[in-house]
């Protein structure tokens, strides 16, 4: 029954993590277009963030989900060597695992710099992708089993 809880745990950790960097996203590409003098009504900005929901953030957040895996293994390990940390142990992997996936990827296939993401791209987007992963692993760290 505990491992059930601990999947149903990362995955509303996932489900948090994917909708705030979905909506993080969308914010930060339409600000985009702000910048250059592109104004939306709050119904259309709804509707992007309602568009990206449902075509960009499946495979988002196929990505997203892996890199907590990883994110949350590694924390679970190192957690019980830096007791300290482990009561923040998940939030910091979650923020780390987003940033980490972005840069690396975008490194792989595009030489660096998080331009792979339009919303992720610059300090301000890669940064509230993090707190997406930061949010996921607040999420995973309320509602998983307390051993």
Do not use: C, W
């Amino acid at each position: 029954m505990s491992a059930l809880r601990i999947v149903a745990a990362f995955l509303l950790g996932v489900i948090a993590a994917v909708v705030a960097a979905v909506v993080f996203y969308s914010h930060q590409t339409l600000n985009e277009y702000a910048q250059m003098g592109v104004s939306f009504s709050l119904a259309q900005q709804l509707g992007v963030v309602k568009q990206n929901m449902t075509d960009f953030a499946p495979l988002y957040g196929s990505v997203i989900a892996i890199a907590l895996f990883v994110g949350f293994i590694v924390a679970a390990l190192l957690k019980r060597v830096l007791r300290p940390l482990a009561t923040v142990a998940y939030p910091i992997a979650g923020a780390t695992a987003i940033i980490a996936t972005i840069v690396i990827i975008d490194a792989a296939l595009f030489g660096g710099g998080a331009t792979m993401l339009p919303g992720a791209a610059g300090p301000i987007g890669l940064g509230l992708q993090g707190v997406a992963g930061l949010i996921g692993g607040v999420v995973f760290e309320m509602a998983r089993p307390k051993s």
